[in-house]
DNA sequence: TAAAATTTAATTGTGCACAATTTATTTTAT
DNA sequence: ATAAAATAAATTGTGCACAATTAAATTTTA
């Protein structure tokens, strides 16, 4: 009897683990000029947003720990991409924000998006459906934790 | 103007970075009783295929380098799940096979990929598309490197 | 055939990622 | 008001992941 369930090309979850670091790859290439790694533009992405947040809510918008934001976030102040503050209302909570030059990075960060798209070449139909399908795997898999 | 590229709920690859770490966590949770991680697990679905293979082709059919194969690799060694030799014919590669306890291991692994397939959940249609959405992904993202 | 180039793994160093624990602070329940 | 519980972040320890370098063996080439 075949065992086709335990072939490796027959993994989905090994595609999806490939394709994560091969994009990550790419990214690094784009993201050298502003001397960041991929989680740490994560990082940026949110600061480009919201101005401040707390140590607990990045965590919560990039699905990370404090195990794994503490050292990158001390590595980022080390590189004076942002400042870190404890919160004068309540002292466990610690506030991250942007520095000038945090701040005056997403001019440079503005063309990584379509630079990325265009390396996938992904077409309009394609895009959609795959933002769909991992959208509803993140819901689905989410809700189970 | 609104800066919608730079937006992270916009960011296809934040959720396929996402949706890589949350399939992981499942399958830690499953692999748990093999006393295997992920990658680990990659690497004995390719053994029960192979029989032996060299570091060399791991690699290449892993995406990883010995950067990452080589330590990988003792501690499976250390765990005795697999055995390492230098190949006769040529000093340099090293060939890798299962042990006793790698072989039997199988059995235990065959409810696996069923049981992450039902925890996604997903269907057929999106099952197939992400499929094909991700191999054409990695082929393109390959070609170019 | 001996030197140069190439190939294969291993090593070194940096940066996540996460489970488990610890520390400090705040909230709650008595 | 205070002891217990809960919360937020940091720390510790393990395991990838990868760039760059190193070491050893093999192949190519002059």
């Known amino acids: 009897m075949e065992n086709n369930q335990l072939k490796l090309e027959n993994q989905i979850c090994f595609k999806i683990y490939s394709a994560e670091r091969e ?3 790419l990214y690094r290439n784009l993201l050298e000029e502003l001397d960041v790694t991929y989680p740490q533009y ?3 992405l949110v600061l480009w947003e919201e101005k401040s947040v707390t140590v607990k809510e990045l965590g919560q918008k990039l699905f990370l720990d404090s195990g ?5 976030l001390k590595r980022m102040e080390g590189n004076n991409l942002i400042d870190r ?4 209302e309540d002292e466990r909570t610690v506030i991250i924000s942007l520095t000038k030059k945090g701040e005056d990075l997403k001019n440079k960060a503005q063309c990584i998006p379509s630079k990325l798209l265009e390396n996938l070449s992904l077409d309009m139909k394609e895009l959609k459906s795959l933002n769909q399908t991992l959208s509803s795997i ?7 934790i």
Chains 1, 2 share one sequence.
Request: glycine share 0%.
């Open 68 to 72: 794994t934001l503490s050292p990158m």
């Open 42 to 44: 994560l990082v940026l």
């Open 138 to 144: 993140l819901n689905r898999i989410q809700q189970k």
């Open 23 to 25: 994009i990550t790859k």
């Open 85 to 88: 503050r404890r919160s004068l």
